[in-house]
């Protein structure tokens, strides 16, 4: 029963890895199916999710975000974009993200990754741009700033999505293999010993 639970656990946590391509917060959703998990499984199931596990994870969450913010707004400001122009940056890689996953949908699963990232990252160029545009700055500076708020914007989506990778991979491992080890070590020594 608890392989069947730690299954549900998987499908769910790729579920909200992947919806961070659409600028959702795909790593907390993670994080909170996995506390949830943690806490409402039954005491007696191993293998389980530890606490330090969900701890850890909660620090790669924060770690992702800070990746993907630095990355989007640096992007911009590395060019010399104010924050009017970052400011309308992240909103732009919000809206793009959810048009560009919505257009590309009619290609299965593939598509609405490709046209969140896309759409994103050409949402932030739009936003930087726009941002700047009542400003002194010239068509070249402009453009300049977009298109760091793009590159910015797609290394920061990937750089969340890597760090969601290991958040992903280690909930997956200690909750089929319980990386603590404690019950089915005891358990298997007791089955073997007369």
Do not use: C
């Not at 391509?21 to 191993?46: K, Q």
């Not at 009017?84 to 590309?104: K, N, P, Q, R």
């Not at 990937?158 to 997956?172: D, E, N, R, S, Y």
Request: no cysteine; glycine share 12%.
């Amino acid at each position: 029963m608890v392989y069947v639970a730690a299954t549900l656990l998987l499908l769910a946590n790729m579920t909200a890895w992947v919806s961070t391509l659409i600028t959702l917060p795909g790593n907390w959703i993670l994080l909170l199916f996995t506390f949830l998990y943690a806490y409402f499984l039954p005491a007696e199931y191993y293998p389980r999710v530890s606490w330090t596990v969900v701890i850890v994870m909660a620090v790669l969450a924060i770690l992702g975000e800070v990746l993907e913010f630095l990355a989007g707004a640096a992007g911009a400001a590395k060019q010399g974009g104010s924050r009017w122009g970052i400011v309308l940056s992240l909103v732009g890689a919000f809206v793009g993200s959810l048009t560009g996953a919505i257009m590309l949908s009619f290609v299965p699963v593939i598509g609405t990754m490709i046209g969140a990232l896309l759409g994103g990252a050409l949402g932030a160029f739009g936003g930087a741009w726009a941002g700047e545009h009542s400003s002194e700055k010239t068509h070249e500076e402009r453009w300049a700033i977009g298109k760091g708020a793009f590159v910015g914007r797609i290394m920061g989506t990937v750089g969340k999505l890597a760090v969601g990778v290991i958040m992903l991979v280690l909930v997956t491992l200690d909750s089929f293999f319980d990386l603590s080890a404690r019950p089915i070590v005891t358990e298997a020594v007791s089955m073997l010993s007369p």
